[in-house]
Every structure is written in structure tokens, then in C-alpha cells.
């Protein structure tokens, strides 16, 4: 092996690999969600965070977006869904996965845990806070196959399933 090519293989094995990131100038991991965020009940406008992502792997063709609250009843509740977003997206802007947000060209609202394929904000009974977990998946597949009596539980197992990568961030809302 030429010197040449022992550098080169050495420089690459150096390099760090790009992590799949994902960070929001609206919610943070550990801390409460702004009442904006959340639902009209509780005096908020339901809209959904700014949310951004860097590192997307070379091998993924899509993302998707799910918010999960597992402290919700006994299964926990979905409260977003957003699959097909093109993997050159480097983010959405706050209000893209309410009624009526913008969301990015080719991307796929689902239906959430309320049935509606849009946003819902926390909206939790009086009690201990709950956790939202918002999950970006990276994805091999630029379209994802989705059956029509698929429930919001199943649509996240299949997506963690398929994902080539994930990332999380879980701020927590309480009343």
C-alpha cells in the first residue's frame, strides 16, 4: 500500500461520522414547553415548534416526525406525525404542522393519536408533567408505506423499524 493511500485511509478513520442532530429554538430536551406550544385549553395556540437537523446519513431518502407523549393513559399519545419530508431539508418553521403551517414540498401529514393529520399540542390532565418526546427518524425510503387502517403506534414502530438513523429531543409540559 502506497503511503498515499495509508494517509488517506488513516485521515478517514480519523474523521468522526456525522450523528443525525436535532435541536429547536422553541423547545428544549428537560425543559417546559412554552404555553404557546400547547393546547387552547390551557391557553396556548397549539402551534408546532421551529425544529432543525444536521447530519442526515448519505443513505437516507426521507425523515419523518413524530411527537409522542408516553405518559399519556396506559399507551401514551401521539400528537404529531409528519413523514416524506425530502432528507436536503434541513428543518421546519415553527406553526409548519399546525392547521393551515406550511409544511415541506412532498412531506406527508399522518394521522395522530386524535385522528388528525396536523399538530396537536400538549394538552395533559392536571397532575405530574408529562415527557414529549419529538423524534426525528432518517429514513431509506423517499416515500413511506403506509397502510390506510394503520393506527399512529404502528405507522412510529414501522418508521423506528426502517429508520437508518434517529434523533430526540423530549422537553415536558405540565399543569
Not at 399519556?72 to 393551515?100: M, R, V
Not at 426525528?136 to 414502530?157: F, Q, S
Request: proline share 9%; charged share 15%.
Amino acid at each position: 500500500m502506497s503511503r498515499f493511500v495509508l494517509a488517506a485511509a488513516l485521515a478517514l478513520a480519523a474523521t468522526p461520522a456525522l450523528a443525525l442532530d436535532l435541536k429547536s429554538t422553541d423547545v428544549t430536551d428537560g425543559t417546559p414547553i412554552d404555553t404557546k406550544y400547547v393546547c387552547e385549553k390551557y391557553g396556548g395556540t397549539s402551534i408546532s415548534p421551529q425544529l432543525s437537523w444536521s447530519g442526515v446519513p448519505a443513505d437516507a431518502k426521507s425523515l419523518a416526525i413524530v411527537m409522542f407523549d408516553p405518559d399519556a393513559g396506559t399507551s401514551g399519545h401521539y400528537h404529531w406525525l409528519l413523514a416524506d419530508i425530502p432528507a436536503s431539508a434541513t428543518g421546519i418553521d415553527q406553526g409548519a404542522g399546525s392547521k393551515g403551517g406550511t409544511i415541506p414540498a412532498g412531506a406527508t401529514p399522518l394521522p395522530n393519536g386524535s385522528n388528525h393529520a396536523n399538530y396537536d399540542g400538549p394538552c395533559p390532565p392536571a397532575g405530574k408533567p408529562h415527557h414529549y418526546q419529538i423524534t426525528l427518524y432518517a429514513l431509506p425510503d423517499a416515500k413511506t408505506t403506509i397502510a390506510a387502517d394503520m393506527k399512529a403506534a404502528d405507522i412510529d414502530a414501522a418508521l423506528a423499524k426502517a429508520a437508518v438513523a434517529q434523533a430526540r429531543i423530549t422537553p415536558i409540559y405540565g399543569q
